[in-house]
């Protein structure tokens, strides 16, 4: 195993906070640093400020033994630290494609001046290509120890709800280093994987560009597998073919593969829509607008699956919202995530109410953050109680708590017994048995 490393992670978001911990969980020293008093405040006491299952027994277990500690200061992980991630955030900017780089600009401009020992610095947030080449030479310029101050990427591809899991077992570990000057980033990174990489994990060892790009690409493939299955869902629709057993018939073939081949309400979440829309605007930037077009297209079929669920729900009604009720189940972008950014299901849920509805939503972990955005929805307590005296159930996020919901029992609670499936994930024929008129996505009614 390698030797215990002093490291910083800026950042204590999904990606920091979880990183934070994995690294101490490696068995080095770790230092979390944000802006935000109040998470490093909750997280200093062990809690963790978002749900992401298995983090904060681990948070508390580095917190206690002391490997793990936070601060807002970055001065004191300047001083701590010989290996500095970044991962703040790289949100959508306002009126925009592009990725706002404010977070990650701000960040080297306050440490690169304090590192007045040698130093790695090793990028983790999504950022468009050209990014760290430019990074690296301010952190040059800026820093006192100069040349001994140097810059890598290291992309991160952990999801939401298993990113513990992903950050302890990567799939892969994918480190951009200088073409021109690859000093130390490349070893130093060996050193701080040393217990993954012990296990044959693949390590690939790129220019800058190159890994930058790797990372936009993933999200982008991801984007579009989903965005496929969709398309094809939308032709299904239409002849009374099944997108369900579709995609189990493809996904037999390895080369194609069944992950991401759930047609249902579409992606969403702080990183693919987002990702693939500041791909684009960076390909603009460089003359190659005409690369990447295809992904205005996937972005569309993905909108167009909210406005479909809405249209298919109106239609359920009657024709006409206003007057009726209906119990939206799911609020976060996907399950085992308290997560409501670009939210397909919330976006239902907010349409529905808008076209005059009245939507009683219920999510197992996500409702609070739901109300910041949605005010005025009205939250239930239980799938029960959002059923109740509902014209119609429409499952937007396929939590476990719905797949094994009774339909039996919700049968006797609602007005009228018919659901949508936003997400292809209900028991179907259970459903059907009960007395409830079914809609999926991409398939036919029974
Ligand atoms: C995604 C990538 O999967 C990670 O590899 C990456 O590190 C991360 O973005 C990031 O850039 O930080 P995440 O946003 O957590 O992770 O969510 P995913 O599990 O990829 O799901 C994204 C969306 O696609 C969800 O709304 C999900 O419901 C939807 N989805 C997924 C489908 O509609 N169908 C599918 O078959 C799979």
């Known amino acids: 195993m390698g030797m215990t490393q002093k490291i910083s992670v800026f950042g204590t978001g999904y990606l920091g906070a979880t990183h934070a911990a994995g690294m101490a969980e ?56 010989g290996v500095h991630f970044i991962a703040v955030g790289t949100p959508q900017k306002r009126g925009s494609y592009s990725a706002d780089m404010q977070f990650v600009d701000g960040l080297i401009e306050t440490l690169a001046p304090m590192l007045t020992r040698p130093a790695v610095i090793l990028g983790k947030s999504t950022v468009p290509v050209g990014t760290a080449a430019r990074l ?59 217990t993954i990489l012990a296990r044959d994990t693949p390590f690939i060892v790129t220019d800058l560009a190159t890994a930058e790009l ?16 969709n398309a094809i869902a939308e032709i299904c629709e239409a002849t009374g073919a099944d997108v369900v057993q579709l995609a189990d018939a493809l996904g037999h073939d390895d080369r194609i593969g069944r992950k991401f081949l759930g047609a249902g309400l579409g992606f969403g979440g702080g990183c693919l829509p987002k990702d693939i829309r500041a791909f684009q605007a960076r390909a603009g930037e460089l003359g190659l607008g005409k690369s990447l077009a295809f992904l205005s297209e996937v972005d569309a079929v993905n909108l167009r699956r ?28 996907k399950p085992d995530s308290d997560d409501v950014r670009d939210s397909p299901a919330l976006d239902v849920a907010g349409e529905l109410h808008l076209g005059g509805a009245t939507v009683r939503v219920y999510d197992p972990q996500a409702m609070r953050n739901a109300a910041v955005v949605q005010p005025t929805l009205t939250y239930a307590d239980s799938v ?4 109740r005296d509902a014209d119609l159930v429409v499952v937007a996020t396929e939590w476990q708590e719905f797949r ?43």
Not at 157 to 181: I, M, Q, S, Y
Not at 384 to 387: G, I, V
Not at 407 to 412: E, G, K, M, Q, S
Request: aromatic fraction near 6%; charged fraction near 25%; include cysteine.
């Open 136 to 194: 690296a030479a301010r952190v040059r310029e800026l820093a006192p120890v100069g040349d001994d101050a140097q810059l890598g990427w290291n992309p991160e591809f952990l999801r939401e709800g298993f990113a513990v899991e992903d950050t302890l077992n990567p799939d892969r570990l994918v480190v951009g280093v200088e073409k021109d000057r690859p000093g130390r980033v490349e070893a130093v990174a060996r050193e701080v994987y040393a």
């Open 306 to 333: 909210r406005s479909h669920v809405v249209e298919m729900a109106t239609r359920a009604v009657g024709g006409s919202l206003p007057g009726t009720t209906i119990a939206v189940l799911g609020a976060a972008f």
């Open 404 to 446: 094994k919901a009774d339909p039996v029992a919700l049968a006797r609670v609602v007005a009228h017994p018919r659901v949508i499936d936003g997400r292809n994930c209900l028991p179907t024929q259970a459903w059907v048995d009960a007395g409830w008129s079914y809609s999926g996505m991409g398939r036919h009614a029974s």
């Open 384 to 387: 029960e109680d959002a059923c």
């Open 26 to 81: 490696l068995g080095h020293e770790v230092i979390g640093v944000d802006i935000d008093p109040a998470k490093i405040d909750l997280l200093s006491q062990g809690k963790v400020p978002f749900f992401e299952p298995g983090l904060p027994e681990l948070i508390v277990k580095h917190v206690n033994s002391g490997a793990l500690r936070f601060t807002t200061d970055p001065a004191e992980a300047a001083e701590f630290a």
């Open 214 to 229: 790797v990372k936009g690409s993933a999200n982008a493939f991801l984007a579009t597998k989903i965005s496929f299955i």
